[in-house]
């Protein structure tokens, strides 16, 4: 049974990871192919080409990390480990901060609130989002100084001393999960605030449209309505990484490779590979761009099978 679910485990990981990665390389590529026809590439399209690399390199990550501790323990060892989690640690870090400024932009964007300060951050949105992110750098150089001493803490082999290498060991999981919630706290903190200013910001749209007798699906409406169901799915999703990762740094103290760990890390990498699918449909110009491919598909598809007919038909 546990091979079967392992098996099924590994199909849903490598899925996951393939469907992500190309929807975060569609992202990358629409973007860059804009940026030189343009020669010009605005805030909003930037953080998003650096997070769809970010969360490429987070899947790439995840399907090494399963390798390593599902499939093929013996080459996951304690230096690998620890290189692994550093860049796990930086790539979770970019793709979680550039998520946040995206919510921010939108609200700092779409927003209309009559005070003064939030006034002044809208006028200077794209340089407030920017501040922000290369801010939480310092978040990353103490996240990373943590997961470091954490790594020294369980490569040191203490002879003869098994209650001390277990108290060690207690003391760095416990570490690593308290850092994680640290870490990740603030973004989504911002990134919640950021939704619930745009539902107060629609709300207070809609009560001026009625008042004033107009329909409520002007394009005003339309842009708060993508950008909350943006910011709400990768909230959503994101919940459910947190948990799941919670539980399975924790769970993996007492017992390793069972079928609640792994259903964590399946559960974990939606996150990074399903949050890019809802990008590409809250944007205008990628979801036409991937509308068009589609399209470009399906008439491939229809050439090359009338292309069939007519080999066939010939060969009779």
Not at 27 to 43: G, P, Q, R, Y
Request: proline share 1%.
């Amino acid at each position: 049974m546990i091979n079967l679910l392992t098996s099924i485990f590994s199909i849903l990981i490598i899925v996951q990871c393939i469907l992500g990665s190309s929807a975060n390389g569609f992202i990358a590529l629409v973007n860059c192919i804009d940026w030189v026809k343009k020669h010009k590439i605005s805030c909003a399209d930037g953080i998003l080409t650096a997070l769809a690399v970010s969360r490429i390199t987070s899947l790439a990550i995840i399907v090494f990390n399963w390798y390593g501790t599902v499939l093929h323990p013996a080459i996951y060892s304690s230096k690998v480990k620890t290189i692994v989690h550093i860049t796990w640690v930086v790539s979770n870090h970019f793709s979680l901060w550039l998520a946040c400024s995206l919510s921010i932009l939108y609200l700092l964007k779409i927003a209309n609130f009559s005070s003064l300060l939030f006034l002044h951050l809208k006028w200077r949105a794209e340089r407030v989002v920017l501040m922000i992110f290369w801010g939480t750098f310092v978040f990353l150089v103490f996240h990373l100084a943590v997961v470091s001493t954490n790594a020294k803490m369980e490569m040191n082999v203490y002879k003869g001393n098994i209650t001390w290498e277990s108290k060690l060991s207690d003391i760095a999981h416990l570490s690593n999960v308290i850092i994680f919630i640290l870490a990740n706290f603030i973004p989504f903190t911002m990134s919640l605030t950021a939704i619930l200013l745009l539902i107060f910001s629609l709300w207070k749209h809609l009560k001026r449209m009625q008042l004033s007798g107009k329909e409520f699906q002007d394009p005003s409406t339309e842009v708060h309505l993508r950008a909350m169901q943006t910011v709400i799915f990768f909230l959503l999703l994101f919940v459910i990484f947190f948990f799941a990762h919670i539980i399975s740094v924790w769970n993996s103290s007492t017992q390793q490779n069972n079928s609640l760990q792994m259903l964590c890390k399946v559960l974990g990498a939606l996150y990074p590979s399903s949050h890019s699918f809802i990008l590409i449909w809250g944007n205008k110009k990628l979801r036409q761009a991937f509308l068009s491919f589609l399209r470009q598909v399906r008439c491939l598809l229809k050439e090359r099978k009338s292309t069939g007919h007519l080999v066939s038909s010939a060969r009779k």
